[in-house]
């Protein structure tokens, strides 16, 4: 990987992440309560990941793991969805193990994928994080449209070193069903006072450290959220097959067996460990002519997934947590860091198969990730109507259904809507390790003077004259894609993340999106999904008001 996406950084701009001052230190003290950080003081420190050492070969890496054991579908944090519910996370140091090697990581509740929070629309949750890292950290619930201020969706709360704070999450009766997912989205002060490159911040309290989004995410603290059920919004043949949920998440493990980097210090060129679950190369087991969902959820910090079943094909019908007005069926599917895509997947004949990442390259300044094997879909003899169904396809899992749409919560389509306002950004870096929107490094202020106003439509121009993709990502509501390079998508293709494609030959890359501001004012945020890049710069934010306020 070439410096451009390089995230090797200085001591200062390493830590990657923001300070807030002492309005956000106070709104998290508002609502913490005292708790123990791990491990106490004369414990013994556990290994950790050497910065600036190169990784081993991720075949070295995986030495110890036993692949094919069945797979395993992340723990859940709950399972009934009472009307007002109260759940706990936990953030700690943990020893965890993959496959069978024991792994150092940064866990919630113990776990390297974290356990699935499940919700449903109308529901109100309290969510007690505590934090018994070395770390400040916090939570953003992705996709989920959730304010962002206060103690619901709001990443300028930090949560200390031996803190609890108390989110407060409404879920809208409107809330779209499908797959979402947590993670850090700390923008916390940090013990040096630094800040990323261009930002002048206040020093940072006393014993005050933060590791960064990057460093994070990437040692483990990510988890998915399901929001109802996405199979109510499928015709009724399709309502009951067998779901599982599949969090793809890597792992840079480090010759000390951690993947626990204290200072931030990641590298998506270097060799990784694809799992599904936590799990490497697990097994799923289905009968021939059998359809299942199956919730694909990219919940790493910045490697792209480019998924093929090989020999089958994916029905899409979720994107992003909105049921798809165009279903369609596809050989491979393309998911960023944070991108999700609910599927129908129909078992051929008795045999086996695999599902795979295929080799991809992010830009000539980006990243080239090799084909890799993920799961193994082992087809067994099926019975009754199932047998007919796969009688004349090949071993393994080999086609899936046709439907039309748009399903049951499909959003409207926004290309007829009138627009209020269009905006331009331009995706850009230095060729080194500050990446920039329009221009600019993140400073917390709005992005842009004029703000949005809550009801309207409006359309912006991403573009991007970087040699390497960027993943934007927008908080608080899902977005329609117009076009990618000019190529008009479908009706009513919502999501809350898009790639925009690297400039070839000079020619930047560009994607039209639409959204409608609704429900909530305040400073909605928006980024790379690459988090080295959003920790070094490449974030903004725009100031939502109600009709007749000024910004």
Not at 214 to 221: D, I, K, R, W, Y
Not at 234 to 250: G, I, W
Not at 395 to 419: I, M, N
Not at 490 to 505: F, K
Request: net charge negative; glycine share 10%; aromatic share 6%.
């Amino acid at each position: 990987m070439s410096a451009r996406s390089t995230v090797s950084r200085s001591p200062a701009a390493r830590l990657g992440v923001l300070a807030v001052g002492a309005t956000v230190v106070f709104s998290c003290l508002a609502g913490c309560e005292s708790a123990k950080s791990a491990p106490a003081a004369g414990e013994k420190e556990p290994p950790r990941a050497v910065a600036g050492k190169p990784l081993p070969t991720t075949e070295k890496q995986t030495v110890g793991m036993v692949p094919g054991a069945a797979l395993v579908e992340p723990p859940d944090l709950n399972e009934a969805t009472p009307e007002d519910q109260t759940v706990e996370l936990t953030t700690v140091e943990k020893e965890v193990t993959i496959s069978g090697k024991k792994v150092l990581a940064e866990t919630y509740n113990g776990s390297l994928v974290g356990p699935t929070l499940h919700v449903v629309p109308g529901q109100h949750v309290t969510l007690k994080l505590t934090n018994k890292l070395r770390t400040s950290t916090n939570l953003h619930f992705h996709g989920l449209h959730l304010s962002p201020e206060g103690h619901a969706d709001n990443i300028k709360l930090s949560v200390q070193p031996g803190q609890t704070l108390t989110y407060d999450l409404d879920i809208p009766k409107d809330q779209p069903l499908g797959t979402y997912w947590y993670h850090d989205h700390d923008m916390c002060a940090k013990d040096s006072g630094a800040s990323m490159p261009g930002m002048t911040m206040p020093a940072a309290p006393k014993k005050a450290s933060c590791a960064g989004t990057e460093s994070q995410v990437g040692a483990g603290l990510s988890g998915t959220i399901i929001v109802g059920d996405s199979r109510a919004s499928l015709p009724s043949d399709y309502r009951r097959v067998t779901a599982h949920t599949l969090a793809l998440k890597d792992a840079q493990i480090s010759s000390t067996s951690s993947i626990v980097y204290p200072d931030g210090v990641l590298e998506p060129a270097s060799p990784t460990t694809r799992l599904v679950n936590g799990q490497y190369r697990p097994t799923l087991t289905m009968k021939a002519g059998e359809t299942q969902l199956w919730r694909l959820a990219n919940v790493g910090y910045a490697i792209d997934y480019d998924l093929q079943l090989d020999g089958g094909t994916f029905t899409v019908v979720n994107q992003d947590g909105n049921p798809s007005a165009t279903p369609t069926r596809v050989k491979h599917l393309l998911i960023p860091p944070g991108g999700r895509f609910d599927v129908l997947v129909t078992a051929g004949a008795p045999g086996s198969t695999w599902l795979r990442t295929l080799a991809y390259s992010t830009g000539s300044d980006g990243d080239d990730y090799p084909d890799t094997t993920l799961m193994k879909v082992n087809v067994q003899q099926g019975d009754g109507d199932a047998e007919p169904a796969a009688a004349d396809t090949p071993p393994g899992a080999a086609t899936s259904p046709q439907l039309t749409g748009p399903l049951t919560g499909a959003l409207p389509d926004l290309s007829g809507e009138t627009v209020a306002q269009s905006r331009s950004l331009v995706l850009s870096d230095d060729g080194g390790n500050n990446f920039y929107i329009n221009g600019k490094l993140y400073d917390m202020k709005p992005t842009f003077d004029k703000p949005a106003t809550l009801g309207t439509v409006e359309e912006w121009t991403l573009t991007n004259t970087a040699n390497q993709n960027h993943p934007f990502h927008l908080h608080t509501v899902p977005f329609q894609v117009l076009s990618v390079n000019g190529v008009p998508q479908p009706p009513a293709d919502y999501r809350d993340e898009v790639i925009v494609p690297h400039s070839v030959n000079g020619k930047p890359g560009k994607v039209v999106i639409r959204m409608r501001f609704t429900d909530f004012t305040g400073q909605w945020m928006f980024h790379c999904h690459i988090t080295g890049h959003e920790d070094n710069g490449m974030m903004g934010s725009l100031n939502v008001v109600a009709a007749g306020e000024q910004g």
